[in-house]
């Protein structure tokens, strides 16, 4: 049982978190099944989500762990009418499930790579949403939360496709929060800095770009996925029920400034 402040509880609520078997995703569905929540967990790989599931079950929580590709469709819907078999409804989305084909100069991108970054990153929110916001309304309301990127607010070498693709999470966060808001859905986006995992690997593995990071980040360090917790089960929460349309960076101060030494 959650021992939780009341407004913080996520107790009687179903929650579906994409991009759910590894990193932030894993760890935004491990805080709330803790909170109480039923969690619905999707990606691409069922063995991976079977891992997550089984962890959450452990430590006494619910999980359903349901293969689904956020650019198709169909495997959307079925993905919530499981949900909603499974649970009843849907009160909470975490929409994470990201890519990125691409990196370096915009100029070298294809259109392929557009392509692909944009159904996921975009209009994999904007499914996902579409899919929920039925079982959200009839009971009552719900919260969205949209993971974005500090690479949404503030252009990054070789990260172009993938930034303008996070920026437009960003307005569609906004666009949804306007539109639902007379449903009772309240819609917001956290933007993450660096964190350490497997999908930015790339960066933090790397000695050269490790250090480059660090020594631009106020707090000189690169963070877990864990530490983005306190935010999700805030916006999942009744605590932020007059919070909408808000985007909520969580970089250890990157886009503050430069460092003071």
Same mark, same amino acid.
């Given at each position: ?11 009687? $609520? @179903?929650?579906?978190?994409? /991009? ?24 691409? $790989? ?24 956020? /650019? ?43 392509? $692909? ?12 949403? $579409? ?29 172009? @496709? ?30 993450? /800095? ?22 631009? %980040? ?28 808000? %985007? ?14």
């Amino acid at each position: 049982m959650s021992k939780l402040p009341p407004n913080f509880d996520l107790s009687g $609520k @179903v929650a579906v978190i994409t /991009g759910a078997s590894r990193g932030i995703g894993e760890a935004i569905a491990v805080a709330y099944a803790s909170a109480g929540a039923s969690v619905v967990l999707a990606s691409r $790989k069922q063995e991976a989500l079977d891992a997550v599931a089984a962890r959450i079950r452990d430590e006494g929580g619910r999980a359903l762990a349901v293969a689904a590709h956020t /650019g198709d469709q169909a495997a959307v819907d079925k993905l919530i009418a499981r949900a909603v078999a499974e649970y009843g409804g849907v009160d909470i989305l975490v929409n994470n499930a990201a890519t990125n084909p691409h990196f370096g100069p915009p100029f070298t991108s294809e259109e392929s790579h557009w392509d $692909k970054t944009y159904d996921i990153n975009v209009k994999g929110y904007f499914r996902m949403a $579409k899919a929920c916001a039925a079982s959200m309304q009839e009971r009552g309301g719900g919260k969205i939360i949209n993971i974005a990127s500090v690479a949404g607010l503030q252009p990054m070498a070789g990260m172009g @496709v993938y930034s303008i693709s996070k920026a437009a999470v960003l307005m569609l966060t906004e666009v949804l929060a306007l539109e639902l808001a007379p449903a009772n859905i309240q819609v917001n986006a956290i933007a993450p /800095g660096f964190i350490k995992t497997r999908f930015s690997q790339a960066l933090w593995s790397n000695p050269a770009l490790s250090k480059m990071i660090q020594a631009r %980040t106020p707090q000189h360090r690169i963070a877990d996925p864990e530490e983005l917790t306190g935010i999700a089960l805030y916006l999942a929460a009744d605590a932020s029920s007059f919070t909408t349309g808000a %985007t909520f960076t969580i970089d250890g101060g990157l886009l503050a400034g430069d460092p003071v030494d």
